[in-house]
Structure formats: structure tokens, C-alpha cells
């Protein structure tokens, strides 16, 4: 079973610029959610992908998009980077339904802007 | 006030103790996460529970959904034990966002 992988590891951009990270589901998952956790804070949901559609969206404004494949991978789009993107950037796969699934890492994305 | 309350922020404490981390909620759930995440910012789910009580080798978490409160607790600390301790809980059945705690900070002295 191939656990939740997350590309690029790091990355460095300039304000202004768009930036693609891309997420791997763990086998058999059905369901991303992407998280992006600043310096010294927790985890803030920014949305979820349930079967390629949204499944609910965070306080995050729209040049953050995303998309999810056939295959359950997904990517989450950042448009106009602003310095306060800089951040690491979590996705978690997970089955949806009844009972709630337990919700399964990647390593995450760190993101700095400049 | 966050919906998901951590205490303490720090914890130090020497190898060999008793640890434990609280988290007080004030919404409504269908479970809770404890988490866990080393410098470098990976993350790794401990438990996921909804009542009761799980453990799981010297990690124990417990879950009181009338209190709105969870525990977890180490027993026979070890410096490896040195992490960031996250709360998170799923607030809406059917769409499981998760919210998180702030975190705990622990480091366990040799």
C-alpha cells in the first residue's frame, strides 16, 4: 500500500507568480484535502475534493484552486503569490462516509515566496 | 476564542515521565485526531476516536463528547517523543474538514 506522496518537496517563487503542487492519494482513498500550515501555527483547511469535485472550501480566496483526477491525485493551484503564501502545504487522503476515516498525511510542500 | 483549545503550548519534561496534553472543544464533532509532527513538518495521525478510549503501545488517548474534552497522555516519555502534539476535529459529518489546535510543543530531556 503506497502512502500519500507530495511534489515538490520545497520551493521558492516570487510574489506575483503562479505555483502548481501536486498530491498522491494513498491507494484506494477517494477523497483529498489540502491544508497550509504557516510558521508557527496549526494546519488551516483551504478545501477538499471528493470524486474530482469541491467537497467544501476553507476562508481561502479564489486564486487558490485545485483539481482531482480519475486516479484520486490532485493539485492545488496558488495564482498571484503573495508573500504570506510562503507556508508548508499538507494534502491528506482519506475514504468519505459514514463512519468519518481517519485522514492520511503527505509530507507536505514548503513554499516560500519572495 | 478558537474552536479547538490546546494546553499546554510547551511542555519539557524529563525522560521517563508521565505526559499529558489536553484539548477542549466548542463545537459539535463526529471525531477527533490526535496528530503528530516532527521538525521538517510531516505529519502522522495517531488516533482517531469519537468515544472512549484507544491506546496504542505508550500512547493513550481518551475522548469525553459530553465534557467536550480529549486527553492524550505518554507513559514513559523518551526523548523521541520530541514533537509537536496537533488536535484536530472534524466539525461537519460528510464534508471532514479538519480544524486544528495550535499545537503542543514537547521536548523530553535525557
Known amino acids: 500500500e503506497t502512502g500519500v506522496t507530495q511534489s515538490p518537496t520545497h520551493l521558492i517563487k516570487t510574489r506575483g507568480q503562479q505555483v502548481t503542487l501536486r498530491c498522491s492519494s494513498q491507494s484506494g482513498h477517494n477523497t483529498v484535502s489540502w491544508y497550509q500550515q504557516a510558521l508557527g501555527q496549526g494546519p488551516q483547511f483551504i478545501f477538499q475534493?471528493?470524486?474530482?469535485?469541491?467537497?467544501g472550501r476553507g476562508n481561502f480566496p479564489p486564486r487558490f484552486s485545485g483539481l482531482q483526477f480519475p486516479n484520486y491525485s490532485s493539485e492545488l493551484n496558488v495564482n498571484a503569490l503573495e508573500l504570506d503564501d510562503s507556508a508548508l502545504y499538507l494534502c491528506a487522503s482519506s475514504l468519505s462516509g459514514s463512519p468519518p476515516y481517519e485522514q492520511y498525511f503527505g509530507p507536505g510542500t514548503r513554499l516560500t515566496v519572495t | 476564542k478558537n474552536e479547538v483549545e490546546q494546553s499546554p503550548q510547551n511542555l519539557t519534561a524529563q525522560e521517563g515521565e508521565f505526559i499529558t496534553i489536553n484539548c477542549s472543544y466548542s463545537?459539535?464533532?463526529?471525531?477527533l485526531h490526535w496528530l503528530q509532527q516532527h521538525p521538517g513538518g510531516g505529519i502522522v495521525s495517531l488516533f482517531m476516536l469519537s468515544s472512549g478510549k484507544k491506546k496504542h503501545g505508550r500512547l493513550i488517548a481518551t475522548i469525553n463528547i459530553q465534557e467536550k474534552h480529549s486527553s492524550l497522555h505518554i507513559t514513559a516519555s523518551h526523548p523521541r517523543d520530541s514533537a509537536v502534539y496537533i488536535c484536530a476535529v472534524i466539525t461537519n459529518f460528510g464534508n471532514e474538514k479538519l480544524t486544528f489546535g495550535t499545537g503542543t510543543r514537547l521536548t523530553i530531556i535525557p
Open positions: 463545537v459539535g464533532i463526529s471525531a
Open positions: 475534493y471528493y470524486r474530482e469535485e469541491e467537497n
